[in-house]
């Protein structure tokens, strides 16, 4: 009787510390700078992206789909709502913020077009052209514009700002 509760008590103790990292997996907005959030976003989306190209039961691709898509929705809105505005003042890193914007736009688009009810080969190839833009964007920001950005954007307000899209 006690090996059993003292199992019961493991078990317990093991789901419980399993439980946070679940909790913390499909979720956008996390991180202690905005910086942090914009990265975690990024693997969530590519995390995300993977998932979408090798299920093929529609329930389930509905369901990341729409993640998906809720995802972008606010990581996007963060940085074109406070990130971007404030790299457009200063002159430096204006053209970064320009370009980010048409990235954006073209990323939206490509996932409008995105279907899981058409046929399996054109369903594929418009996720892999969206997998393209939102990789060659990701590289972009992670590898110029957030270094850019830190020498133009104070990062305690940014981030502040940034969690007011996520809550
Ligand atoms: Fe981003
Ligand atoms: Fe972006």
Partial sequence: ????????????????????????????GQGATYSEIMRNDHRQIERLIGQLRQSEDHGEMDRLLTQLKDGLAKHMKAEETY???????????????????????????????????AGREEYLSRLDLLETLIKSHVNFEEGELLSAA??????????????????
Wanted: aromatic residues 6%; glycine residues 6%; charged residues 25%.
């Fill in 1 to 28: 009787m006690k090996r059993l509760l003292t199992a019961l008590l493991l078990l317990a103790g093991a789901v419980f510390l399993v439980m946070p990292l679940q909790a913390q997996e499909g979720q956008f």
């Fill in 83 to 117: 990130l971007y505005p404030a790299l457009e003042k200063n002159d430096d890193t204006k053209g970064m913020a320009v370009k980010a914007r048409d990235e954006h736009s073209a990323a939206k688009s490509q996932l409008q077009r995105i279907n899981h009810m």
């Fill in 150 to 167: 830190q020498g133009v954007v104070e990062e305690g307000s940014m981030t502040e700002q940034f969690r007011k899209v996520y809550r």
